[in-house]
């Protein structure tokens, strides 16, 4: 129940929980990378709510992603093609260091990619889960909808591995709910691109 006269305390430890609201029912979600919050809907009728409002929040505790890391995933994408690869970034609670670790593919082809979820040490987790397309352009596909719909994380694909400027798409994933981060960092492109500046 969200408080009509007090400010909602945010969760003090991760995980999930619905907030009812007088204007809808949201769904907050904690981790130790990021929090969120998001409206799962309004209320169908004009009935009196004896809580207040909340408000769809993003906190990135975390703080940015190194370009650095999406630069050597897209060395890993390069070397892979035309077959599909795949890496997490992966952030350290204790130290608040990223790291790419690759992931143990299973089966890939130029169409697909089946791989196993790596092992995290205690401190580590999961940011940002990445694959790439081989030649076709990055996007999310119906089988990438299914694979990240439990998870909590950015998802990032990378496309058209083989060009100087290749392509890429960017979403938060939090529990179902699925946001495209309209524009990728530029610095990102900069860091992918093997186009030589004149
Ligand atoms: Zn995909």
């Known amino acids: 129940m969200v408080p009509r006269f007090s400010r909602l305390e945010p969760m003090p430890r991760a995980g999930e929980r619905l907030l009812i609201a007088a204007n809808?029912?949201?769904?907050?979600?904690?981790r130790p990378w990021l929090r969120v919050?998001?409206?799962?809907?309004?209320?169908?009728?004009?009935?009196?709510?004896?809580?207040?409002?909340?408000?769809e929040e993003t906190d990135l505790t975390c703080g940015r992603i190194p370009a650095s890391l999406i630069g050597d995933f897209a060395a890993m994408?390069?070397?892979?093609?035309?077959?599909?690869?795949?890496?997490?970034i992966v952030w350290n609670v204790a130290t608040s260091a990223f790291r790419?670790?690759?992931?143990?593919?299973?089966?890939?082809?130029?169409?697909?990619?089946?791989?196993?979820?790596?092992?995290?040490?205690?401190d580590d987790v999961l940011v940002v889960d990445c694959h790439?397309?081989?030649?076709?352009?990055?996007?999310?596909?119906?089988?990438?909808?299914?694979?990240?719909?439990?998870?909590?994380?950015?998802?990032?694909?990378?496309?058209?591995?083989?060009?100087a400027a290749p392509s890429m798409a960017l979403r938060l994933c939090?529990?179902?709910?699925?946001?495209?981060?309209?524009?990728?960092p530029a610095e990102w492109y900069a860091v992918a691109s093997t186009e030589v500046v004149a």
């Open 24 to 30: 809808g029912v949201f769904l907050e979600i904690a």
């Open 174 to 184: 939090a529990k179902g709910i699925f946001e495209k981060v309209e524009t990728v």
């Open 132 to 163: 790439s397309h081989g030649h076709a352009p990055a996007f999310f596909s119906v089988t990438d909808d299914v694979d990240d719909r439990h998870d909590v994380k950015f998802a990032f694909v990378i496309g058209n591995c083989a060009s």
């Open 37 to 55: 919050v998001r409206r799962l809907g309004p209320f169908q009728h004009r009935t009196a709510i004896p809580y207040g409002d909340a408000s």
């Open 100 to 122: 790419l670790l690759p992931v143990r593919i299973l089966e890939h082809s130029a169409g697909h990619l089946k791989y196993e979820r790596p092992p995290l040490a205690g």
């Open 77 to 88: 994408a390069r070397s892979a093609y035309p077959k599909e690869t795949g890496a997490w």
